[in-house]
């Protein structure tokens, strides 16, 4: 047989194994199919390709353009996703074990796509919340922003998936502005080789952006400065290892990672054997024992239920089990195939055995599998393994060993506390589910387990049909979790992606603040256009670029007639001496929405034109009442453009009311979507 070598694509070359490659084993058959690894590596040249010039051409580029590459790259894999399916057979997974890696992998290159197009500007530098004023007068400001780190991101990913596990780091890192240079597992690196190949070929990433090391990654940690960044998902001992190195600590550099962890499901107290929440319950246990072949770091190890319900949860369980067909994972009728390797079952078997010292083995067998192809009796398979603890409060192996694998362990509680107390017993994981109906059970356990894990997940027949399963990560949520799942968070919108970058306190004026985030801030220069704002196209249109209204006077008449059409007769606007009590109002004021359309009134231009829509308000606040007599003004300023498709964009204006004294009546954010060309 032929064996296929796994190469490493570095500093812009595909390098070949070297003598010293490692054999892989394919999961099936046992046999080596394929090798992978060279210790000749330059990775002191790696990492100044990524620095020089992988991340020189990914800054210059803004959010928008890094996601729309994300969006062409996500395409072009959907594209070629089949010979991923098929090369992924040999680590023993099914096609639906692929789907959830592969389709899932690039679903979330996707959603990091729109969100970088939606959440984050059209710019090179992100604003972390609102402008800080930090003098009497306005004249002194501060604004935190984000920038992309000047280093490489080395992502280290697990066996179990390929392509998620890169997909999932890769996308946020490169929607940053930061090169990459992805360490996939070597039991399953030649899944990941064809991905990054598949990716490189495209011609979609600049030049430097992306570098693979098939194999070990020789002294790369030792050469890192505090411009890089680690990101690590596996066991914790490795992670323990890798981020306690001395070069690590003293260089302070980021090192995030995403461990396995003790994950538990509990069935809440309401959910007895003949409800549909029991029924979701064991679907969902059932589920994650057996998607790919339990070797998820988010698949559920410990289960948790009523002690009343335990042996109709064994029962049932266990019947779900027996009909889980285990073998090869081409065939159409099979469930379940098998682990990655031989030595991966070897340790699943030990770590079983660990738990068996407190724990009953209720179904499966842990000898050697009887597979009914002959031609698998070498492959890496293994019956799903499900035991039961009858004193989780003594035990301890059960709450600390992660035997992963299709392996879980049933315990019972007396009551909720004591559900949290087991939960937390895992000292830390990426996820813990809840099946209930009963929103005081939910609440009392987000309040008791919240700070013990990375994600809640709650299910019952309300949200079952749209649920996304216990062991889903979203990319539009956090993933990670305190503790032994490793202190880290990835994924989670531009939460991930601000993992990769820096946030820095600007301080200065306000015209420096609106110059570094090209975003309008009171108080910085005013520009004053050849005409009409509403008349000029989006890119016609410059930030800063203002208008003064004429003043318009607001009247009795005015808030009655306002009160009349549209039903809103609050005593305020209507019963002088009820809004003289009042300790806000100095008698009757004129509403806050006839403010606003008056303010509309006064600076809207009426012609047809760029303006196409206006979709919205933000940050709307009233400061100071107007009293019948009062006059009003307006001034209306392009605070931000936003590209959003090739025929518009959004514009973001700042919109200040004031009354006849120049004092700020109110203020909000306009949002219009301005055509192109007209």
Known sequence: MT???VKSFAHGEWITPGSDARDIEHAVTGDVFARAGNDQLDV??????????????????????????????????????????????????????????I????????????????????????????VEQLSRNRTFLGHHVYTPMQGAAIHINAFNFPVWGMLEKLAPTLLAGVPAIVKPATATCYVTELAVKIML???????????????????????????????????????????SSPHILKNSIQFVAEQDSLNATILGPDATPESAEFNIFIKEAHREMTAKAGQKCTAIRRIIAPDPH?????????????????????????????????????????????????????????????????DLQRGAFLSPLLFHCQRPDTAERVHDTEAFGPVSTIMGYRDVAHAIELA???????????????????????????????????????????????????????HGGPGRAGGGEE??????????????????????????????????????????????????????????????????????????????TFYAHMDEQAAKKNPFFPGRVAHGYLLLSFAAGLFVEPNEGPVLANTGLDKLRFMKPIEPGEFIKVR??????TPRNDEYGEVRWHVSLFNANEELAAEYELLTMNAYRH
Not at 77 to 93: M, N, P, R, T, V
Not at 103 to 130: H, N, W
Not at 636 to 641: E, F, G, S, Y
Request: aromatic content about 6%; hydrophobic content about 40%.
């Open 491 to 568: 994924l989670g919108g531009v939460r991930g992606v601000l993992h990769y970058m820096q946030r820095t306190a600007i301080q200065g004026s306000p015209d420096i603040l609106t110059a570094v985030g090209e975003q309008w801030v009171p108080g910085s220069k005013e520009l004053t256009g050849p005409a009409h704002p509403f008349t000029r196209s989006f890119h016609e249109l410059q930030i800063g670029e203002s208008i003064h209204t004429a003043p318009r006077e607001v009247t009795l008449e005015d808030i009655e007639h306002f009160a009349k059409f549209t039903g809103d």
């Open 3 to 5: 064996i296929l070598d």
């Open 310 to 374: 335990i042996d109709a949860v064994i029962d049932a369980l266990s019947e779900r089990l027996s009909h889980t067909i285990v073998g090869d994972p081409t065939r159409n009728d099979v469930h379940m195939g098998a682990l990655v390797s031989s030595n991966q079952k070897s340790d699943v078997l030990e770590k079983a055995s660990i738990l068996s010292e407190e724990a009953e083995l209720v179904f499966g067998d842990m000898n050697p599998f009887d597979a009914t192809d002959v």
């Open 201 to 243: 070929d495209s011609g979609l990433l600049p030049k430097g952006a992306l570098q693979l090391v098939s194999g070990g990654i020789g002294n790369m940690l030792d050469l890192l400065t505090c411009q890089d960044t680690v990101g690590f998902t596996g066991s914790a001992q490795t992670a323990f290892s890798l981020r």
């Open 636 to 641: 209306l300023t392009v605070k931000r453009k």
């Open 103 to 130: 389709d899932g992998g690039i679903g979330t290159m996707f959603v990091f796509a729109s969100k970088g197009r939606r959440e984050m500007p059209d710019s090179q530098i992100y604003l972390d919340g609102d």
């Open 44 to 101: 002191a040249a790696m990492l100044d390709y990524a620095r020089s010039i992988g991340g020189r051409n990914l800054r210059k580029h803004t959010f928008h353009d890094r996601a729309r590459m994300l969006k062409a790259l996500a395409i072009h894999l959907g594209e070629h996703k089949q010979a991923l399916y098929d090369i992924s057979f040999a680590s023993g997974a099914t096609l639906k074990d692929h789907k959830i890696d």
């Open 424 to 478: 937390n017993r895992g000292q830390g994981s990426l996820v813990a589910s809840v099946v209930t109906r009963d929103t005081e059970v939910a609440r009392e356990i987000v309040m008791g387990a919240g700070a013990f894990h990375g994600r809640l997940y709650f299910n019952n027949r309300d949200s079952e049909k749209e649920s996304t399963g216990h062991g889903s990560p979203l990319p539009y949520m956090v």
